[in-house]
């Protein structure tokens, strides 16, 4: 009777463990009416109500970090000086709108008393050129009409010349070249004038593309004498001196 109560006693613990599966490194706790969430290698706790345990993408901390990496460089008008890098596309556009504005945009501002200089000189040059040959030729048309009312020839005369005693034709002549020559410098400053704008835009976008242009200054040029041998090794040869000049970049 004691046998068979052992017997029975042991196959009952048997079974026990072949029916219970163990875990490694992970323990189970469920809850009625719970949200069940398997992970491997992970401690499962199960509650009433479910948890939301925040993701790797949704920490501040890293989202601060790639907001810092990500903000290496800005085009912006306003951005701070390490961060600005200009985009030569709005350098010319900004130069296009104003001349003088892609420079600012790009923080190069000692070329703007040159620039404006620049513009200032042919605004001057059209202007006096302008008014002169305006002048002579008010008073071209007026001694090559036969209206003797229009006379503003008799102002561009000569001083000490008199209207009556001067001869025309002469005089009509002078007239003629002296409104082409004012004429001609005119139009010569009105071209240096829409030169200028574009070299203004061109230089706005070299400047912005050669904006990060690595500029080392380990460079160097040395002038240093040298000795130059001839002739075969183990064999003593005539000797030439010269002068050796190096260029480091």
């Not at 040298?226 to 190096?246: A, D, F, H, R």
């Amino acid at each position: 009777m004691i046998v068979c109560v052992f017997i029975a006693f042991c196959t009952t613990d048997v079974q026990a463990q072949f029916l219970t599966p163990q875990q490694q490194d992970s323990v189970r706790i469920v809850e009625k009416d719970s949200v069940t969430t398997i992970q491997q290698d992970s401690v499962l706790i199960l509650t009433d109500r479910a948890v939301q345990v925040p993701r790797p993408q949704d920490d501040p901390l890293r989202e601060r970090t790639d907001s810092i990496l990500s903000a290496t460089s800005s085009d912006s008008f306003l951005a701070p000086s390490a961060l600005f890098k200009p985009t030569p596309r709005k350098a010319v556009i900004y130069s296009a709108i104003f001349p003088g504005l892609g420079q600012i945009y790009n923080r190069k501002y000692w070329k703007l008393p040159v620039l404006y200089g620049g513009f200032v000189g042919f605004t001057y040059a059209i202007t006096w050129n302008n008014g002169y040959y305006r002048d002579y030729l008010g008073a071209y048309q007026d001694i090559m009409d036969d209206n003797p009312e229009t006379n503003r020839w008799h102002n561009m005369l000569p001083y000490g010349q008199d209207p009556e005693t001067t001869d025309v034709e002469w005089f009509t002549d002078v007239l003629q070249q002296r409104k082409d020559y004012y004429r001609y410098y005119r139009d010569l400053s009105i071209i240096g004038t829409v030169a200028l704008y574009l070299l203004a835009m061109v230089d706005a976008y070299v400047d912005a593309q050669l904006f990060d242009f690595d500029m080392s200054p380990d460079l160097s040029m040395r002038v240093e004498p040298v000795i130059l041998k001839e002739g075969s090794p183990g064999y003593l040869g005539n000797s030439s001196y010269g002068v050796q000049w190096s260029i480091h970049f």
